[in-house]
């Protein structure tokens, strides 16, 4: 039998009536069933992505139909077309493909770690399901891991959670709603390179000063340490600038940590309008960019 589910925002009376009437006027061989987008959860580790719908994997189905979904929730749409493509699960409409720079971290990540990169382990769920998820989070990331709101910026909405009791952190979130997960790597090193274009203009350490921070943000107090070109790992360099061609990013400030148990490169993320240090006393960051448009 062949099976299409429904996707929607919220439930309620006329989206359960259209299943109903799909079902009863479809071929006896089509069975249509209704689900959230908010029930669907999605984890990923290098190139392996798994996608489930109320504990289901999404890969039962044989079509998937976003029926109505819209406002801030299109970001996770196009996440799941993203995964829908890596998986081979045909989905209507293919719209969903063209999300953009209307991506979040979600889909952002997906394609980083799609395209080979080292992305740390990651689970993604909403909110209203994470308590449900607790043991599963800590049997396959152990403690402590990072939870992240989707929405974060600039180390805001990032929490260290050392054990079951610091779920907590939930209900400091009154307005996120979607939820990121890593395992944690601990770390005395990360970097920040500014790609522009095909190359790595400037690199940069950030280096914590406060030892009970386990965020390298310069936001929260971390120092800048701007290093020369010459230094430049050619691993680390090539990393930025294949993570900033694999979101289409021409200018792209690309964060990588180092793992200090084995000096592991983890991309953390890609920044498109990355944050810059305006005072180029410290910074060589706004002379680049100037070269880079000179160009």
């Given amino acids: 039998m062949k099976k299409v589910l429904l996707v929607v925002t919220k439930k309620g009376k006329k989206k359960l009536l259209l299943t109903d009437r799909l079902n009863s006027l479809s071929a006896q061989n089509i069975k249509f069933s209704l689900t959230r987008l908010s029930d669907f959860t999605v984890e990923f580790n290098g190139k392996e992505v798994k996608v489930e719908v109320e504990n289901r994997a999404v890969s039962n189905f044989d079509l998937v139909y976003f029926r109505r979904v819209g406002g801030d929730l299109m970001p996770i749409a196009g996440s799941?077309?993203?995964c829908f493509d890596a998986l081979g699960v045909k989905y209507i409409d293919s719209v969903f493909q063209e999300m953009g720079p209307a991506r979040n971290k979600l889909s952002s990540l997906l394609k980083l770690t799609l395209a080979g990169l080292p992305v740390p382990p990651t689970f993604?769920?909403?909110?209203?399901?994470?308590?449900?998820?607790?043991?599963?989070?800590?049997?396959?990331?152990g403690f402590p891991l990072i939870a992240k709101e989707v929405a974060s910026q600039r180390g805001q909405g990032v929490f260290l959670?050392?054990?079951?009791?610091?779920?907590?952190?939930?209900?400091?979130?009154?307005?996120?709603?979607?939820f990121l997960f890593q395992k944690f790597y601990p770390?005395?090193?990360e970097f920040r390179l500014l790609v522009l274009g095909d190359k790595v203009g400037v690199y940069e350490r950030k280096v914590r000063t406060d030892r009970n921070e386990f965020r390298n943000n310069v936001a929260l107090g971390a120092r800048e340490e701007f290093l020369s070109l010459d230094r430049l790992p050619p691993e680390l360099g090539q990393m930025a600038?294949?993570?900033?061609?694999?979101?289409n990013y021409q200018i792209s400030g690309v964060d990588v940590l180092v793992?200090?148990?084995?000096?592991?490169?983890?991309?953390?993320?890609?920044?498109?309008?990355?944050g810059l240090t305006y005072d180029e006393?410290?910074?060589?960051?706004?002379?680049?960019?100037a070269e880079y448009f000179n160009k």
Wanted: hydrophobic letters at 40%; proline letters at 3%.
């Fill in 259 to 274: 793992d200090k148990n084995d000096g592991r490169y983890w991309l953390l993320e890609a920044n498109r309008g990355p």
């Fill in 241 to 247: 600038v294949k993570a900033a061609k694999a979101l």
């Fill in 187 to 189: 770390n005395d090193e």
């Fill in 161 to 178: 959670v050392k054990n079951k009791d610091d779920f907590g952190f939930l209900d400091q979130s009154v307005e996120e709603d979607q």
């Fill in 80 to 82: 799941l077309a993203i």
């Fill in 281 to 289: 006393t410290i910074s060589p960051e706004l002379s680049k960019l």
């Fill in 124 to 141: 993604f769920c909403f909110k209203e399901h994470v308590l449900e998820k607790v043991d599963y989070l800590a049997e396959r990331f």
